[in-house]
Every structure is written in structure tokens, then in C-alpha cells.
């Protein structure tokens, strides 16, 4: 069952208790380098650690309704995932419960279509320098993956994979709202059409989630509030499945303060998208499971003082 937090527009929901990783299932040591590093190099027929060479020998692009998704050659009846050892880049950091929604941008989509953002780049964590080593190589095989396919000369390729400061990164995204409505299972083209809003089975069948992952109390920005209880009926929301070293899916109130700058072992896997229309080639890395490895470091204090003065007060003060 994927993380998700269903409405009823007629009762709140008040779930009993957290999804969480029992703690014997989670060893003190595992989260060490060498149990991640082993892990990542596990073999798998389905998922293969990013930096492994040549990954694009092996993979492709199955073609789905409105979205390809990466596949294993030869079998196509599941997707594809990536997984690795990053840093969560502070800048352009959009994990947050509403995405930065801005109702009056007229660049952005409809509040139902968006998506939480971040991006990652190679972990500044001494603990995992292999991890650090490997990202270039993490890189190059996204490129290859996205030169797998051949566009018109006259389309535009919209990459995963972005800059900043001169340093590579790659944006991963996450659907906050999936429609209630299911896949007609009769339908061949999409009985095995694998979304960007379904993530891993995180919790199971039977298990509900906190009170604060309630679509009903679910914090987004006041100029988001109106859109979201419009969609109570007709949408769930799926909190990230992003976990934190005792095994508990974060809250949302949590998401900047425990994944800004933070460490993470992310699963994740490809797609992407032709938009005819535009002569647009769009590719996006669908994040599937994340676990913190290291908490984001404290930014540095400034040794400088700055006055203030309040309107009760005639005398300066000074605050750090």
C-alpha cells in the first residue's frame, strides 16, 4: 500500500498511529557506509546502484498512455530502479507540503498537479566519500539515459539534470495528490502503467497513517488552503516516503528542517514524456523511497551583530 492519506469530505480522518520501521528490523550499524555501500551494490533485477557502469545497456524506455517509464530490457512488466548516496542541495529546495504553490502564477498548473521538488548533488558527508567519488559517474549514465532516445532536431530536450555554482545536480520530484479514481484494469494500455504518483510499498495493507499526515490538517501556505479542500473528494494526498533513522515516514511539518542539506539513500526511478505540441522531450527522475542517513550540518552563525530598534524604544539593541 502506497503512503498515502485519504479524505472524506464528511469526517476527518484521524488514524491511529505512525508508519513506522520496527526497531528491530533496524540494526544500530545500518546505516554505516559500508552496510549502505553494500546494499547499493546488492544485486537485483530490477534496481542497480546509479553509478554502476553502462547502466543504459541494460535499461530502456517502455512506452506507457502519457508517461514512458524505465524498464529492464526483456522485462517490462516492472519499472526500473536507481538508487544511491546523495546530498539533498539546498538551493532550489521545494519539499515542502505544498511545493511553493503560487495560485497567481500563470506559469504554474493546476494545485492537483504539483509537484514537491529538490535536487541532488554529490554528499559533502566524510562518512560517505565512495558515495562522493561515484557521483560523477551517477551523471553520466542519467545522460545516457536520456540520449537513449533519438528526438526530432527540432525538439527540445528538457533534462533531469541541472547546474549549480558550476557543480552537477539532478532534480527529483515527487506527485503530492493522486486521483481516487483507479486504472480501468480492463484497459491493456494502462493495467501495468506505472504513474509518477505511485511510490514503494512503504507500510502495509492494513496500516494507517498519523493524524498529521491527514489530507484535512495537511500544512500547506494559507493561499493553498482553498484548493486543497476542493479536492478532498476527488484526490488523496501521498506524503513522501521519505524515512527518518528510526524508521518513521517524516511529517510534513518536518520536511525542510530534517532534509534540507541532509545526507539520504534515495530510490528512484526514470521517465519521460513527449509534449508534441511544444516539440518538448521531458525527462524526470520519480522519487520512490528515501531514507536519512545524516542530518543536514548547521549553517554557520555570522560573528556580526546587527542593530534593531523596536517602536516602544528610543535606544538601540543588537541581535545576533
Known amino acids: 500500500m502506497p503512503p498515502k492519506q485519504k479524505s472524506s469530505a464528511n469526517a476527518p480522518v484521524t488514524p491511529t498511529s505512525t508508519s513506522t520501521v520496527p526497531d528491530s528490523i533496524l540494526p544500530r550499524n545500518m546505516f554505516s557506509p559500508e552496510v549502505v555501500r553494500e546494499h547499493l551494490n546488492t544485486p537485483d533485477i530490477s534496481a542497480k546502484y546509479a553509478s554502476t557502469p553502462q547502466i543504459v545497456q541494460s535499461v530502456e524506455f517502455r512506452r506507457g498512455k502519457s508517461t514512458d517509464i524505465l524498464v529492464l530490457k526483456r522485462n517490462a512488466d516492472s519499472e526500473f530502479i536507481l538508487r544511491g548516496v546523495y546530498q539533498i542541495a539546498r538551493n532550489d529546495f521545494y519539499f515542502i507540503p505544498d511545493g511553493c504553490y503560487d495560485p497567481e502564477n500563470p506559469f504554474q498548473s493546476r494545485f492537483q498537479d504539483v509537484k514537491l521538488s529538490c535536487c541532488l548533488t554529490a554528499p559533502q558527508s566524510s562518512d560517505f566519500e565512495f558515495a562522493q567519488e561515484d557521483f560523477p559517474a551517477c ?100 506524503p513522501l516516503p521519505a524515512y527518518d533513522m528510526k524508521g518513521n515516514l517524516i511529517p510534513p511539518t518536518q520536511y525542510e528542517t530534517s532534509l534540507r542539506g541532509a545526507t539520504v539513500k534515495v530510490h528512484f526511478t526514470y521517465s519521460h514524456v513527449h509534449i508534441k505540441k511544444s516539440k518538448h522531450h521531458v525527462y524526470t527522475t520519480i522519487l520512490r523511497h528515501l531514507q536519512l542517513l545524516r542530518a543536514p550540518n548547521a549553517l554557520p552563525s555570522s560573528p556580526y551583530k546587527r542593530l534593531r530598534v523596536s517602536a516602544s524604544a528610543s535606544s538601540f539593541k543588537t541581535r545576533s
Open 139 to 238: 551523471i553520466d549514465n542519467l545522460r545516457s539515459i536520456e540520449k537513449s532516445i533519438k528526438p526530432n532536431k527540432d525538439n527540445e530536450i528538457l533534462s533531469s539534470i541541472t547546474t549549480h555554482l558550476g557543480s552537477p545536480q539532478f532534480k527529483l520530484s515527487h506527485a503530492l495528490l493522486e486521483p481516487k479514481t483507479p486504472l480501468e484494469p480492463n484497459d491493456v494500455s494502462t493495467t501495468k502503467q506505472i504513474a509518477d504518483t505511485e511510490t514503494l510499498p512503504s507500510t502495509s495493507d492494513d496500516e494507517t497513517l498519523d493524524s498529521v499526515f491527514a489530507m484535512e490538517t495537511w500544512p500547506v501556505a494559507p493561499r493553498c488552503k482553498h484548493y486543497l479542500d476542493e479536492l478532498f473528494d476527488s484526490h488523496d494526498i501521498c
